[in-house]
């Protein structure tokens, strides 16, 4: 006869359809991992439209790059790798069995994740005061501004840039700010909604009744992807142009 | 599931998160050095390692069931075949960037 894959558990609820709790768990995750598949070709083809202006013109999108705030960038990376970390051990307590101290660690995690939007609103408003925000009131020559372009720059391939202003192109450098927000709003807006989660399970671990597991799970996974969206667009926003 | 793994994750959690912090600063440092085309590969590269950190550490990835890798394997192979995809159109029919675009 044929075995069940799955040992019949017979201690938590499960839905008839599943062999047993671990099956169900098992296909919840499952589910997630999917959704999150889904995701980094959502955010895909927006990484594509990068690759092609950096392949396209890679001195206008340096020479843009130098303009975001480096530091401010590098601390909204160190607040997201932190709050991954923070995140998995508070997902840790809660299967441990102390939901309480698992709800302190989300609502931590949900603080820090506020943090990076308040220094990323900071951002945004330093690159629109610059004048930089795509648009009718985009001003070209703080792109080409002096402490920007620097004699002898060397372009992504290896070519010497003549960084004459003539050469960096007001239309391509406009469509590099574009992406600057595009992106960074699209991630900002998934972040917001790992903050609600995040708050919403910490709220739901405290009561008495407690929250599936799946739930805890999957909230962590939703966070790293996240988190694992920012440390491919930090790079290639931010790092650019810094040589 | 290796049964020593449950023992200390802890430790593998904090290795981790310090291993993260540690490839930003190198991140950050090797972005200032003047490298030419390989400034972009290497920061890249540097990412990816990152990537797969929190893949398989903070998500469970290399402890979990394998349908799990494979998803998200396919998903960053998709992700492969369309930027692969696009830039072969436009390289293999020679097409160099006119204007606006220019290097």
């Known amino acids: 006869m044929l075995k069940p894959k799955y040992s019949r558990a017979m201690h938590s609820p499960y839905e008839k359809h599943f062999e047993s709790a671990e099956q169900q768990r098992d296909t919840a995750v499952f589910g997630m991992w999917i959704f999150l598949g889904t995701e980094v070709l959502f955010f895909g083809g927006l990484f594509m439209a990068y690759t092609f202006l950096r392949w396209a013109s890679p001195v206008t999108v340096e020479v843009g790059s130098r303009h975001l705030e480096l530091p401010l960038g590098c601390i909204n990376t160190a607040i997201l790798l932190t709050s991954s970390f923070i995140l998995t051990m508070g997902i840790q307590f809660s299967e441990n069995g102390r939901p309480r101290l698992a709800a302190s660690l989300l609502a931590v995690t949900a603080v820090m994740g506020i943090a990076f939007l308040c220094i990323k609103g900071t951002e945004y408003l330093h690159v629109i005061h610059e004048g930089l925000l795509p648009g009718p009131a985009f001003r070209i020559d703080r792109v080409m501004s002096p402490d920007s372009l620097r004699a002898g720059m060397i372009g992504a391939l290896g070519q010497k840039a003549n960084l004459e202003p003539q050469n960096v192109v007001p239309t391509v450098a406009e469509l590099f700010f574009w992406l600057y927000f595009v992106m960074t709003g699209l991630h900002a807006l998934h972040l917001l909604i790992g903050i609600v989660l995040c708050l919403v399970i910490a709220v739901l671990l405290r009561r008495p009744g407690g929250v599936s597991r799946n739930a805890v799970h999957n909230t962590g996974l939703y966070w790293h992807f996240v988190d694992l969206v920012w440390i491919f667009l930090f790079p290639l926003l931010y790092l650019a142009g810094h040589w | ?103």
């Not at chain 2, 400034?39 to 990537?51: C, G, S, V």
């Not at chain 2, 396919?74 to 290097?103: E, K, M």
């Open chain 2, 1 to 103: 599931m290796n049964s020593s793994d449950r023992q200390s994750p802890w430790v593998n959690y904090v290795k981790t998160w310090l291993l993260l912090l540690g490839l930003l600063a190198v991140n950050i440092a090797v972005a200032h050095l003047r490298l030419g085309g390989w400034n972009f590969f290497i920061t890249l590269a540097i990412a990816i390692i990152q990537a797969v950190l929190i893949l398989l550490v903070f998500m469970h990835l290399h402890q979990g069931k394998n349908e799990n890798l494979v998803v998200a394997c396919a998903a960053y192979l998709w992700l492969g075949i369309l930027i692969v995809g696009t830039l072969h159109d436009y390289l293999s029919r020679n097409w160099v960037p006119g204007p606006p675009f220019t290097r």
